[in-house]
């Protein structure tokens, strides 16, 4: 056989492959629209809805009026609900962190021994854990026992066990991604374990540890469940300490939608597409950072 | 001692010019006991050149594995490596000098020559210049002292040719004239090293 | 007696169940470089870590043998005083990239305390960048991070973080193996300028017999986690007594 034959037989052979992998690329594109079409019915429908709430007492007057819900003409804003939704993610980010830290650098560093594993393991677990059953854990403890009334302080302290465990998890990889050379390099200049930590490898990982507690703090924006036993939800002022009973973005959505008026569904929209900006900003910010990392 | 091992390549390319200086340095001394046994054929310099043989061959063997275990070393690659390559073949051409230059004392001082004809003593002269322009050549990486190096040889080539048609002229040949003939076709020989070594300073330095 | 600057006694390493050191003793006169040269996953780097205590950091590790420095069991004392004295650079070029190139030589000494002002911090920085040969190409932008350093400029800066600390043993694993032969040049050169002109002892692990002969007084040759031969490089280089010296110089091994 000629060059020339084998060349023509081998380009039939892959006509025939290019006809089966565009068919199997077809497959693939459909089965992933069928995968996210969900995604994109709820971007859409919160977003024609949203649009439309807010836009009946303008942007800024939506998100710093307090709600007035008998008044369907001027139902008012969210204001007060963002500032605690604010407060809460501001309180669970720096409790969460202050755990989840050492926690992560913990089960990192020191990832061959058991106590490092069981560490890890039961953030694992505590990643699976109802969310509703903390919230009742924390009320029962806080609300009930301690306090004596629905207070912010119970609700961050709720969102931070929730939150706790993807921090930990989060931290922990980037520390682990770090190569092992680098960690040879800082003790072989006789620096000791600690010094090696904070000066040279929670700082390089300093970005895998942000997008950590950007997860964190989007989860802390966005959850529900442990706040409905512990804020109470205080939607018309911001609350006076953290004592004080007060109202969360997430937990005004869940109140309101099911209010017989439309006028609080109305809000309820408003407020779902707020939220739904925030939490997705915070993941594209994460995504920013996270391609940044290099070495 | 360590200062050897632990040597920049510089530094172990110097180390082999030197050895070559002191082989150098030898065939000249060597040439010079020739002259002066041209001059005085009384002069019994057989020891002394024997030695210098000797120490000349030894010298040659140390640059040669040296020269190799340099390549190993370093690598050497475009002129670097032709340059060390000239190194053992001028190495090489110094011993045979100095083992002619042991021949011609050898011949005299067997043949117990008493007196020596002008012309055999010229082409020595002759020939020691030839090696001393040639290696400064080499050494200095001066190609223009290298060049008329090859008149001088076919100047001594003639004497040495003139030589043997002279005593194929005659039936009995004198013993004075034998002589001069081998110690000419010796100091032909020299000149043809000498030569060699300008040729390696042409190739190399071109 | 003489006091050497390193003495490897009968050193056993093993790794989880891997023998991984069978029992490797040599000596490193002060102001030499010794190199260890076989083929890889023999066990040269394992030693290099033995002696600077960094297969601490391996929890599977096991060590027995009795290594010295300057007459100092190194596993009578504190891990960090060991390594602050004996410098290491690595196979992989490893400067911390969050840091400046200066900071990267700095750091050391600042967290030992060696030096008491700036100026004096500015100097060791120079001379350390100096004698890794890499302060002329670096010295116009000291404050920006190691990032965008070339390869074997990396390594160069690598080597400099340890000479920041005026170590009087400096363990080489490789430091060549990741770059191209130009930087390898420097850093070889540099190595031998390090020895001469600072008295450093040096232990090179290598698996080039050409690297070893142009930079060690001594030559170590190990084969699987034994050492096969040893002696002044020339002598093992040229004449090797051992059938596998001699194959791995011939690179069969």
Redesign the interface.
């Known amino acids: 056989m000629s060059n020339s034959q084998i060349l023509i037989q081998q380009d039939k052979v892959y006509r025939k492959r290019r006809i089966i992998n565009y068919i199997g690329l077809t497959v693939i594109v459909a089965l992933f629209i069928t995968a996210f079409l969900p995604l994109f019915h709820i971007v859409y429908v919160t977003t024609i809805n949203g649009v439309k709430a807010v836009s009946k007492v303008g942007l800024l007057e939506f998100l710093t009026a307090p709600p007035n819900p008998v008044d369907p003409q001027n139902p008012g804003g969210i204001g007060p609900a963002l500032v605690g939704t604010l407060i809460l993610v501001v309180l669970t980010t720096v409790f969460a962190v202050l755990l989840a830290l050492p926690a992560g650098v913990f089960i990192a560093e020191f990832r061959y021994s058991g106590m490092s594993r069981l560490t890890l393991l039961l953030a694992l677990i505590l990643m699976e854990f109802p969310t509703v059953l903390i919230g009742l854990t924390v009320y029962a403890i806080f609300v009930e026992r301690l306090i004596g009334r629905y207070n912010m302080l119970a609700g961050a302290i709720a969102l931070t066990i929730v939150v706790l465990p993807y921090m930990i998890v989060q931290i922990s990889e980037a520390l682990r991604h770090i190569p092992y050379n680098l960690r040879e390099a800082a003790f072989s200049i006789g620096l000791t374990r600690f010094k090696t930590i904070y000066r040279i490898l929670v700082p390089v990982a300093r970005r895998g540890i942000l997008v950590g507690v950007l997860i964190g703090l989007a989860k802390a924006a966005g959850e529900t469940a442990p706040l409905l036993f512990t804020i109470g939800g205080a939607y018309k002022m911001v609350p006076e300490s953290l004592l004080e009973e007060g109202g969360a973005v997430p937990l005004l959505i869940y109140h309101y939608i099911q209010q017989p008026s439309e006028a609080y569904h109305v809000l309820a929209w408003g407020a779902a597409f707020i939220l739904m900006l925030v939490v997705m900003g915070v993941m594209l910010i994460s995504r920013a950072v996270v391609k940044e990392v290099k070495l | 001692m360590?200062e050897d091992?632990?040597a920049?390549r510089e530094e172990d390319l110097i180390h082999l010019e030197s050895m070559l200086q002191r082989l150098f340095k030898i065939t000249i001394e060597s040439l010079e006991i020739v002259e002066e046994t041209l001059k005085n054929p009384s002069l019994a310099a057989e020891n002394d050149l024997s030695a210098n043989a000797m120490l000349a061959e030894h010298l040659k063997d140390t640059i040669h594995s040296e020269a190799l275990?340099f390549i190993?070393?370093?690598?050497p690659l475009g002129r670097l490596l032709l340059y060390v390559e000239s190194i053992i073949k001028v190495s090489y051409d110094l011993f045979r000098i100095v083992k002619y230059a042991y021949e011609i004392v050898l011949t005299i001082n067997m043949t117990s020559l008493s007196n020596i004809d002008e012309h055999v003593l010229l082409a020595a002269e002759h020939a020691k210049e030839m090696v001393i322009r040639s290696f400064e050549a080499f050494l200095k990486r001066v190609k223009e002292k290298a060049k008329g190096i090859e008149e001088l040889d076919a100047k001594v080539d003639r004497e040495y040719r003139s030589c043997l048609s002279r005593i194929a002229s005659m039936d009995k040949v004198p013993k004075k004239d034998a002589a001069s003939c081998i110690i000419l076709r010796q100091i032909e020989r020299i000149a043809d090293h000498a030569t060699y070594i300008a040729r390696q300073t042409l190739r190399l330095f071109e | 007696m003489v006091e050497y600057a390193v003495e490897v006694n009968d050193l056993h390493v093993w790794l989880g169940e891997r023998h991984i050191l069978q029992g490797v003793t040599f000596r490193c006169p002060e102001r030499t470089v010794t190199a260890i040269m076989g083929p890889s996953g023999t066990g040269k780097s394992t030693v290099l870590r033995a002696i600077n205590r960094l297969l601490d950091l391996n929890p599977e590790a096991k060590v027995r043998g009795r290594v010295k420095i300057f007459g100092v069991d190194v596993y009578s004392v504190e891990p960090y005083v060991v390594r602050r004295h004996v410098g290491m650079v690595f196979q992989e070029p490893n400067p911390f990239p969050h840091i400046s190139i200066y900071d990267n030589v700095a750091l050391g000494p600042k967290l030992h305390g060696i030096v008491r002002s700036k100026k004096e911090l500015d100097e060791l920085v120079k001379w350390a960048l100096e004698k890794a040969m890499l302060w002329d190409e670096v010295k116009n932008r000291l404050y920006d991070l190691p990032t965008k350093l070339s390869g074997g400029q990396k390594q160069r800066l690598s080597l400099a973080r340890a000479l920041a600390l005026k170590p009087r043993i400096l363990l080489l694993d490789e430091p060549t193996a990741n770059i191209d032969p130009v930087n390898a040049m420097k850093i070889e050169e540099a190595i031998k300028s390090i020895v001469r002109e600072e008295g450093i002892t040096v232990i090179l692990v290598t698996h080039m017999p050409a690297q070893a002969v142009r930079i060690s007084d001594f030559l170590v040759f190990m084969y699987k986690g034994k050492v096969v031969e040893q002696g002044p490089t020339r002598d093992v280089a040229l004449h090797p007594r051992s059938e596998l010296t001699e194959r791995f110089m011939r690179g069969e091994l």
């Open positions: 360590k091992y632990v920049s275990f190993a070393k370093w690598h």
